[in-house]
Nanobody
């Protein structure tokens, strides 16, 4: 069994910062590409940022310059540092990872989601 466990969400004022973490554990051989998605109330889930095994990153335009995705391969963990938060960043944030399991088959996994609320 493989699971992704998220942490770090919460309530923050506009302009504030939060750091999300997502740790993969279980019968995994290697964590491949990782990503963060978010879903605001009444909206579709959107891709926020991605990071490859080699550390190449991409960001959706609305978070460029404010969010930073990173990973620690030794800990099978990815992070999302969110700075200069805006009201429109309010959403449930989900981590994603493509993981090569011990059976040498790769599957997509999702975290349980963590709420980020930006409010004054």
């Amino acid at each position: 069994q493989v699971q992704l466990v998220e942490s770090g969400g919460g309530l923050v004022q506009p302009g504030g910062s939060l750091r999300l973490s997502c740790a993969a554990s279980g019968s995994l051989f290697r964590v491949n590409d990782m990503a963060w998605y978010r879903q605001a109330p009444g909206k579709q889930r959107e891709l926020v940022a991605t990071i490859s095994t080699g550390g190449t990153t991409t960001y959706t335009d609305s978070v460029k310059g404010r969010f930073t995705i990173s990973r620690d391969n030794a800990k099978n963990t990815q992070y999302l540092q969110m700075n200069s938060l805006k009201f429109e960043d309010t959403a449930v944030y989900y981590c994603f990872a493509n993981i090569l399991t011990m059976t040498f088959r790769a599957f997509d996994y999702w975290g349980q989601g963590t709420q980020v609320t930006v409010s004054s």
